[in-house]
Each structure stands twice: as structure tokens, then as C-alpha cells.
T-cell receptor, first 112, second 113 residues
Framework: DAKTTQPPSMDCAEGRAANLPCNHSTISGNEYVYWYRQIHSQGPQYIIHGLKNNETNEMASLIITEDRKSSTLILPHATLRDTAVYYCIVRVRNFGNEKLTFGTGTRLTIIP | ETGVTQSPTHLIKTRGQQVTLRCSSQSGHNTVSWYQQALGQGPQFIFQYYREEENGRGNFPPRFSGLQFPNYSSELNVNALELDDSALYLC????????????FGPGTRLTVT
């Protein structure tokens, strides 16, 4: 799986949009971009994934650049409960390749 | 829909002992993966089970073993515990042939003294 690079930490004011960047310059054509988050001492929570088109769900939006070498996770109206470590992962999405390779992620702190 | 559950929540063992951790997968999921998360690190893949057979393994020694049962629940067994085995052990379930997204349980916190 391709390697990802994320900033170690970020702050965001409550109510503002939180934009979390991720670089994945060696991503292959069949690798998806996934985002998970982990609130302190809980299991990681799936947020969103995408291949090349921008995606949106009830939790967040995912913007993938046209060359697919980077992406941004957007939490549109951050709340205190969004304070967590956010992991960007790239992986092939098929049978027999379920392994998720986590890095150290971005620790997002929402400031009241 | 029932989420992923794990037991026990916390566990304290002595070096050299053996431990068994349990995981019940989310309803409709047939694949279980186990991860180890040391303090301050991201989760590390241990292995995955599909149809009661190991279907991929990370860089962990043979003293880490597992089982999957016909109802898709799973066990993680660790023999000859070492101090470095102290970690949060996470179980994730997914559906082969389905969405492939992994859904995690709350984890078991293992402390080895």
C-alpha cells in the first residue's frame, strides 16, 4: 500500500470547517483513499473513502486532487466531539487485502 | 444492527502467561481482522480471518494466533506474554464481497506486568 504523509497536529475553532490534508504521491491507480478517526481510547471509526471523485457523506467531505497525489478531509462545522486523531490510509479495495496500514495520523484539537 | 463487540474491556496479566481476547463481528460481516495499538502509535495489523481460516498476517510472531468460529466471531490468543505486548487490541469486522470497509470494536486494553 502507498505511504501517506499527514501533519502531526492541527487546531480548529469550534463551528469552523476543519481541513485535514494528506499527501499520497505514490498512490496507484487502483488504490482508494480512506479516512478513519480515533477518539481517545476508542476503536477507529470509518469516516469516508474515495477513488478519484470528490465524496460527501453525513460526516465529512473528501476532496481528491486531479492527479490523486493528495487529498483533504473536510469537517464542515467542527464540534468539540470531533477532537480525535485522524488517519489517512490508501489501499486496494478487494478480497484478500483487508489490511489497513495506519501511520501516526493528525491529532485534531477543536478549540471552544 | 449490532456493532462490533470485544471482551474483556481490560485485562492484567503477568509475563509468561497466556491470554485470550474475544470479538463478535458486526451483523452481516464475515471477516475479522485484529490490530495491536501501542501507546501513542497507530494500530498495527496482526492478522485477518475469513471463513475460519487465516487470510493474511502482519509482522507478528507465531505466539500470536487466532480462531474464527462459524458465527464469524473470533479469538486472539497470545502465548508467553512479554512486557511489550501491553497494548490496546482492536478487532475489526468487514464483509468480503461487500463494501470491504472495516468497522472497529472498542478494544481490549491488555497490561502485562
Amino acid at each position: 500500500d502507498a505511504k501517506t504523509t499527514q501533519p502531526p497536529s492541527m487546531d480548529c475553532a469550534e463551528g469552523r470547517a476543519a481541513n485535514l490534508p494528506c499527501n499520497h504521491s505514490t498512490i496507484s491507480g487502483n488504490e482508494y483513499v480512506y479516512w478513519y478517526r480515533q477518539i481517545h481510547s476508542q476503536g477507529p471509526q470509518y469516516i469516508i473513502h474515495g477513488l478519484k471523485n470528490n465524496e460527501t457523506n453525513e460526516m465529512a467531505s473528501l476532496i481528491i486532487t486531479e492527479d490523486r497525489k493528495s487529498s483533504t478531509l473536510i469537517l464542515p462545522h467542527a464540534t468539540l466531539r470531533d477532537t480525535a486523531v485522524y488517519y489517512c490510509i490508501v489501499r486496494v479495495r478487494n478480497f484478500g487485502n483487508e489490511k489497513l496500514t495506519f501511520g501516526t495520523g493528525t491529532r485534531l484539537t477543536i478549540i471552544p | 444492527e449490532t456493532g462490533v463487540t470485544q471482551s474483556p474491556t481490560h485485562l492484567i496479566k503477568t509475563r509468561g502467561q497466556q491470554v485470550t481476547l474475544r470479538c463478535s463481528s458486526q451483523s452481516g460481516h464475515n471477516t475479522v481482522s485484529w490490530y495491536q495499538q501501542a501507546l501513542g502509535q497507530g494500530p498495527q495489523f496482526i492478522f485477518q480471518y475469513y471463513r475460519e481460516e487465516e487470510n493474511g498476517r502482519g509482522n507478528f510472531p507465531p505466539r500470536f494466533s487466532g480462531l474464527q468460529f462459524p458465527n464469524y466471531s473470533s479469538e486472539l490468543n497470545v502465548n508467553a506474554l512479554e512486557l511489550d505486548d501491553s497494548a490496546l487490541y482492536l478487532c475489526a469486522s468487514s464483509s468480503q464481497g461487500g463494501s470491504y470497509e472495516q468497522y472497529f470494536g472498542p478494544g481490549t486494553r491488555l497490561t502485562v506486568t
